[in-house]
């Protein structure tokens, strides 16, 4: 089944420990991204891989890593979590930059 | 830069009614615009896309949206809906030239018996 996977679905941590989330598609798409959704603020993007060993910051990277050594993988590196960093982070990825995105079923992070 | 302003945050309609979500953006570069709807405890899909050619794009589930180019909107539309169609839409933008995407802050679309 074609499908966008993240893990953990669910997390509670402390602040300042580090934390990876982790998102694999099984699609052969070229781009993949995260974002992060909060009340009242839609989804937000923190960084796109327009390719392998391609990254960019998109509009709130500020407190994340992402690196994509391999295709499938984007993972989502948290080096010191803040509690302002609580929210519900969506991986997706296209076959291309302009095409349809396909989402993964989330992961909710709670920050104490 | 970019953004997306969707104009209404909660839009309550009857079921069978017609309903217009509405979206607006703003870009120094040219943009390709979607709508993506989320249904409660689940991620995004797709309902439409333009990317160009016919400004009137139809999507599934009955929907369809029609950009506006002089007036950089991209407003999306059902002439009935139904009670399934309860949940989150959410306008979006890509530039076309590069990947960057911007999201909407969403319009929660409540269909009442």
């Known amino acids: 089944e074609a499908q966008v996977t993240q893990n953990p679905r669910y997390l509670i941590t402390v602040t300042g420990k580090k934390l990876t989330v982790t998102c694999s598609q099984n699609m052969n798409h070229e781009y993949m991204s995260w974002y992060r959704q909060d009340p009242g603020l839609g989804l937000r993007q923190i960084y796109y891989s327009m390719n392998v060993e391609v990254t960019d910051k998109g509009d709130v990277p500020e407190g994340y890593k992402v690196s994509r050594k391999e295709k499938r993988n984007f993972p989502l590196i948290l080096e010191s979590p803040s509690p302002n960093q609580t929210s519900l982070y969506f991986c997706?990825?296209?076959?291309?930059?302009?095409?349809?995105?396909?989402f993964g079923p989330g992961t909710r992070l709670l920050v104490l | 830069a970019q953004s997306v302003t969707q104009l209404d945050s909660q839009v309550p309609v009857f079921e069978e009614a017609p309903v217009e979500l509405r979206c607006n953006y703003s870009?120094?570069?040219?943009?390709?615009l979607f709508w993506y709807v989320q249904y409660p405890n689940q991620g995004l899909q797709l309902l439409l896309k333009?990317?160009?050619?016919?400004?009137l794009v139809k999507g599934i589930n009955g929907f369809e949206a029609e950009f506006n180019k002089s007036q950089t909107s991209f407003h999306l539309r059902k002439p009935s809906v139904h009670i399934s169609d309860t949940a989150e839409y959410f306008c979006a933008v890509t530039t076309t030239n590069a990947g960057k995407s911007t999201f909407g802050d969403g319009t929660t679309l409540t269909v009442k018996p």
């Open positions: 333009y990317l160009s050619g016919s400004t």
């Open positions: 997706a990825s296209s076959l291309r930059w302009r095409e349809t995105q396909y």
């Open positions: 870009s120094s570069v040219s943009v390709y």
